[in-house]
């Protein structure tokens, strides 16, 4: 059974951190991109951060650059999306994500963590 369990959201005031983690079950961690994706109410769902298989090659949403980080650990099968210098607008329900396939046919969405950035 595929599993992606996301966690470490929670309340924080603008200018603060967050660190979330998602721990993968189910398949190969290590074969599969990961991303990490928000939606707002009332917004569609939006890219914030996604990365390789590998760790290799990142990239983010224009609104998160320079304040959010991607990284993972296919050893512990675990996507971590470091957030600094938090913003209201940062509000969101935060969702993690795993494609993979020859044809990326394979996609499992996590049940998502909320952030809350508010004083």
């Known amino acids: 059974q595929v599993q992606l369990v996301e966690s470490g959201g929670g309340l924080v005031q603008p200018g603060g951190s967050l660190r979330l983690s998602c721990a993968a079950s189910g398949f190969t961690f290590s074969s599969y991109a990961m991303s990490w994706y928000r939606q707002a109410p009332g917004k569609e769902r939006e890219l914030v951060a996604a990365?390789?298989?590998?760790?290799?090659?990142?990239n983010y949403a224009d609104s998160v650059k320079g304040r959010f980080t991607i990284s993972r650990d296919n050893a512990k099968n675990t996507v971590y999306l470091q957030m600094n210098s938090l913003k209201p607008e940062d509000t969101a329900v935060y969702y993690c994500?795993?494609?993979?396939?020859?044809?990326?046919?394979?996609?499992?969405w996590g049940q998502g963590t909320q952030v809350t950035v508010s004083s």
């Open positions: 994500y795993a494609q993979g396939g020859e044809e990326y046919e394979y996609e499992y």
């Open positions: 990365i390789t298989s590998t760790g290799g090659s990142t």
